[in-house]
């Protein structure tokens, strides 16, 4: 099993829609949970990070739930501009190293 | 300049040549690490400096070499690479080598013929 796994996609939206993609691990002991947005052929980037008691950010809102070790990110009201890889990034127990998922391929259409 | 850089943005090398990859940041941050990220892969940590001295080495090919002078610069060295290796080679640093404020280079994308 994948240490964080997530649909590759892409998920292919309409502006101004509303998308959500999950993302699970496998290791009940980690303790900082991240979405990080990449776009084509540049660097990752630190979108938000993802709290227990959910957190929002703008349009952005992520969702933790520890028992069933997964991850969401929901996007309101898309925007062209959304179009990206969206990364689920935990730490190890260590709380030192990132473990990285291989990303969801977002695209959104006019 | 602010934040991390790396040099050069693409290189292409023969199996046999040497070439060195280098990275530099401003932010004052004490961990420094470089990232393998493959087409459709997570990205894979292959180093990591935290004060200058290297605390993980994950079972990294001995053809990669990297070597931290400063907490300011970081470099990999590259001999006898193979075609598999090419990829998107990331450099990025964080405060206190822990999970919180990563900050990434823009890459140098490597092709090896």
């Known amino acids: 099993r994948k240490e964080v796994e997530q649909d590759p996609g892409p998920f292919n939206v309409p502006e101004g829609a509303t998308v959500a993609f999950n993302c699970t691990y496998s290791n009940s002991a980690s303790q900082s949970f991240f979405w990080y947005r990449q776009d084509c052929r540049k660097e990752p980037k630190l979108l938000m990070s993802v709290y227990s008691s959910g957190n929002e950010d703008g349009r952005f809102t992520a969702q933790l739930n520890r028992a069933s070790q997964y991850i969401s990110l929901l996007i309101r009201d898309s925007k062209l501009s959304d179009s990206a890889t969206y990364l689920c990034v935990v730490t190890a127990p260590n709380n030192y190293q990132l473990i990285w998922g291989a990303g969801t391929k977002l695209i959104i259409k006019p | 300049e602010t934040g991390v850089t790396q040099t050069p943005r693409h290189l292409v090398m023969g199996m046999t040549n040497k070439k060195s990859l280098k990275c530099e940041q401003h932010l004052g941050h004490n961990a420094m690490y470089w990232y393998k990220q493959s087409a459709k892969k997570p990205l894979e940590l292959m180093f990591v400096?935290?004060?200058?001295?290297?605390?993980e080495n994950n079972s990294v090919p001995s053809r990669f070499s990297p070597e931290c002078p400063n907490s300011s610069h970081l470099f990999l060295h590259l001999h006898t690479l193979q075609p598999e290796d090419s990829a998107l080679y990331l450099c990025?640093?964080?405060?206190?080598?822990?999970?919180?404020?990563?900050?990434f280079g823009s890459g140098t994308r490597l092709t090896v013929v």
């Open positions: 400096y935290s004060l200058e001295e290297r605390v």
């Open positions: 990025a640093s964080s405060p206190r080598g822990g999970a919180d404020g990563y900050t």
